[in-house]
């Protein structure tokens, strides 16, 4: 469920997105009903009909798990940013809770359930009597499968990320359109939310002032200097009723499908923000913790899908305001953790965070490099390895000209295309459709790497003009093997958007390349070697490297 912090006046972690401040001494979250006895009541094995019970503590919630079932009890409380202050208030959002997330979970979600008392005051649920409060009901999953569990234990595959992308894509592209929210006022309500909350408890985890300071000196320059392209895309359609809360700990793996739950349904000014501001959590969070290609594979799926490159000048700002966030709410919950060893641990998380905010908000210059070579020679395998490493979090955007074609012609990525797909026309649109992308990322400040054979001369000189035009370094790298491991490469192929085979790779090789200047690698060894002597080079020609170096 959603993040947990120790006292109820403190905020959970990750769970206001900087809209909220955390009321201190004095101050606290207003509880307007006493829900002992009903807590109690859930908390019981015998009112689930002796099934043990394993209770589950928000600031906000109360979630109950026993057998094959969850329910969610909405605490009786009142803050700025979330009213559960009435009956009808709590109902009315469990509600909008389970219709919210059955848009991305509906097999979770299983629908509200009132709880009863009857005339001799016993509770029950559903049954005879008056209703006196609300559930949500949902399906029981284990806790294992939650996205941060298997992150933290290791075991976050790699090959999830691309599925996820797709589900993330998916459901912004089918969201509602809210341009009464988001846009500059949105994002300001979320620079200067964190603005107040490192300043009223910075303290508390021996954060810096002047840094903490220099953050939001720097964040508001950056949200004037991005005004219009916030303003524009709100009007354009991109704010939506988004998830809210994206990080990996409300992504579960059901039926190996990863799954979104647990969107934010009490605050639309919470939920309805910008698409790129919505994924921006679950970058930031995979980055933190030291997942960076991962984060790469998610970033890059998710522009294939959507397309959505008119919004990559502002990643930066929103990266940074979901580290601050997060670098915001661990100071808070250190200032009220009675334990010193987990105090300390949240005022160590909360500096990295606001180290790690400051850093977002100065991205290294872009770069692009272009990946060459016939088909099999490991283009793809190299340019997604190298992505993570190059430009700043999440890394550089790839561009990849078996997907363009694909989608230039209308066809699924897992369908073989005819002979018309790979005419000398289409071939024409593939690399211009290149450059023109290309050229517009580094223009937003983003780093491109190309996958593409690149055989043409033409086609070589056409993408260095793009680096060229924009003012950035160009590394460009070519790979060869023999022919014979070509082939074999080809033939392994599977759920690949190339349509490579034997017959491709001896047409390419009877092809007259001209004079390659690029930088050639052996593409024959293994593919860490590859990838370590393809790093050396480009790092000795570009100062854009994001500080990660993959094994």
Partial sequence: MNDIVPPIRSCRIGGCHGLCRVRSRGDEAVITE??????????????????????????????????????????AVRFDYLDFSTTERRRACCVAEVSLNRRTAPTLYRGVVPVMRDDRGSFALRGEGTPVEWLVEMNRFPQEALLDRLASAGN????LMSPLADAIAQFH?????????????????????????LAEFG????????????????????????????????????VRQCHGDLHLRNIVLLDGTPTLFDAVEFNDDISCTDVLYDVAFLLMDLWHRGLPRHANVVWNRYLAETVDFDGLCLLPLFLSCRAAVRAKTSA???GVQQDARCRRDLQTTAREYLEMARQLLHPPRPALVAVGGLSGSGKSTLALALAPSLGGPPGA???????IRKRLCDVPLGDRLGPAGYSSPVSARVYATLAERADLVLREGHSVIIDAVHARPADRAAIERVARSASVPFVGLWLEAPESLLIERTGQRSNDPSDADAIVVRMQKNQDTGPVAWHRLDSSRPAASVLSAALDHVQDHCATFSGTRLA
């Fill in 34 to 75: 006493d829900q002992t006895a009903l807590i109690e009541f859930l908390a019981a094995p015998s009112t689930h009909g002796g099934a043990a019970v394993e209770r589950i503590e928000t600031h906000a919630s109360v979630v109950f798990l026993t057998g094959d079932r969850a329910y969610k009890l909405k605490r």
């Fill in 397 to 403: 955007v790839v561009l990849r000209s078996d997907e």
């Fill in 203 to 238: 303290r508390t985890a021996s954060l810096d002032p002047a840094l903490s300071a220099r953050l939001t000196d720097d964040s508001r320059l950056e949200l004037d200097r991005r005004a219009s392209q916030l303003e524009r895309r709100r009007e354009s359609g991109f």
């Fill in 173 to 197: 592209t089918s969201a509602a359109h809210r341009a009464d929210h988001g846009g500059f006022a949105g994002m300001s309500w979320v620079v200067e939310g964190n603005a107040a909350g």
């Fill in 332 to 334: 808070t919950a250190a």
């Fill in 156 to 159: 976050l595959d790699l090959a």
